[in-house]
């Protein structure tokens, strides 16, 4: 058998993503009759199908010789060591304060797509990072067109569960428990869209799925990469006059966003956010001292998974923590959350792909009111993505690496 990354990982990595048609199907059925799943009662059999892909992505990795040759390397094992060494300081610290083991477990899954990462990475340093993301891509515009088609339907005719969509119906959900998470899978096909100059149409259909789903965060990610994209296309001189309005600009999106006409529903309004509400409650209640600060004071306490499982408020200390950084604050402290803001600063320094600044900007902005990833599949695409701009510029010294021809840039030429 022939196994070539540049052949097999699209067609792995779409079929990873199209796993999230199924993997929430009773909750989607559910969600058409107007019935709203309780925490703690959702069906989680056909989840494990995600599980089942991303294992045969790894083994797919240790398969393919190049891969798994600029895997075992020392500079990633010495990544991978310090990270390690440091997440089992935190796992040991929650169960010393004796949360049962499925707490700090869920807090883990920030991590549960990282080799899609190393993935991409090698993939980039072996010179098919373009040529796996067109091809990747291409494949992915299938997926994107049953969601539109499900997404009007609902749009249209689904009972108004989560809100009222600008359509009449209520607000689309697609194949997704909810419209945020829709929403914010929408948002991350059009940054990857937006990466192969030739599908800018694929761009426009995922912005407007994106606001059709009434998802603040989904609606201010897809502007981002709009904005982008308008930068991108002015004169280097001319760009100041894009640069010096985006505060403003910034604002204007909440507070549109925000907009009972976009958002779908009433309760959006960003000066009684309860997030705000939330946050404050949080810090005056579980923050204790210094220790908590700086190592944070439960690992998987504001797992999203913990509260599905259990129920919200079942163990105590629990919360939604409805914010990357305040869940990475939470189980990891401020040591944690530096350490990973530090990691995207670094992949903009290290990084030679021409659209850094967005990718990296994309993950910032979609972490602010989102734990993206512990959202399925939003972590696997942006997980892979991250990985391919942060291997994007050092191909030169891993050419003897590469049993093939080496990818070519003539990829992005091809219509989509």
């Not at 779409?14 to 959702?42: D, F, I």
């Amino acid at each position: 058998m022939n196994i070539r990354f540049e052949k097999d990982l699209p067609i792995l990595l779409v079929t990873l993503v199209s796993v999230s048609v199924l993997a929430s199907l009773p909750q989607v059925e559910s969600a058409w009759t107007g019935v709203k799943e309780v925490y703690g009662e959702q069906d989680f059999g056909l989840r494990i199908l995600r599980e089942v892909m991303l294992v045969v992505l790894v083994a797919y990795l240790f398969f393919e010789p190049r891969l798994r040759r600029g895997i075992l390397t020392s500079p990633v094992f010495a990544f991978l060591g310090v990270v390690a060494t440091y997440v089992l300081f935190e796992a040991g610290y929650a169960l010393y304060l004796d949360l049962p083991w499925v707490v700090p477990l869920a807090g883990l899954r920030v991590f549960e797509y990282l080799p899609l990462a190393l993935i991409g990475f090698v993939v980039s340093r072996l010179g098919g990072g373009e040529a796996v993301i067109y091809q990747f891509a291409h494949y992915l515009r299938y997926y994107l067109a049953l969601e539109a088609v499900l997404a009007l339907a609902q749009a249209l005719w689904a009972p108004p569960l989560f809100g009222v969509s600008f359509l009449g119906g209520g607000r689309p959900f697609g194949t997704f428990v909810s419209p945020n998470l829709f929403g914010a899978t929408m948002a991350t096909c059009a940054l990857l869209f937006s990466l192969v100059p030739s599908m800018r149409k694929w761009v426009a259909v995922s912005v407007f799925l994106a606001l059709l789903s009434g998802s603040r965060t989904a609606f201010i990610s897809s502007l981002l990469v709009i904005y982008f994209q308008v930068y991108a296309l002015l004169r280097p001189r001319d760009r100041w006059a894009l640069i010096m309005p985006a505060p403003v600009f910034a604002v204007g999106a909440l507070l549109l966003a925000s907009s009972p006409l976009l958002s779908g529903r009433d309760d959006a309004n960003p000066t009684e956010d309860g997030r705000i509400d939330l946050w404050h409650r949080v810090f005056s209640e579980q923050v204790h001292g210094p220790a908590d600060v700086l190592f944070g004071w439960g690992l998987g306490l504001s797992s999203n998974t913990i509260n599905i499982l259990y129920g919200a408020e079942h163990f105590k200390g629990q919360f939604d923590s409805d914010s990357l950084y305040l869940f990475l604050l939470n189980g990891y402290g401020l040591i944690g959350l530096l350490a990973y803001i530090f990691f995207l600063w670094i992949t903009t320094r290290m990084s030679g792909h021409p659209n850094k600044g967005l990718v990296v900007m994309f993950i910032f902005v979609a972490g602010l009111t989102f734990n993206m990833w512990e959202y399925f599949p939003q972590n696997a695409l942006l997980m892979f993505l991250w990985g391919t701009v942060l291997g994007t510029g050092y191909q030169s010294g891993l050419v003897s690496l590469d049993a093939g021809p080496m990818a070519s840039a003539s990829y992005y030429q091809h219509p989509s």
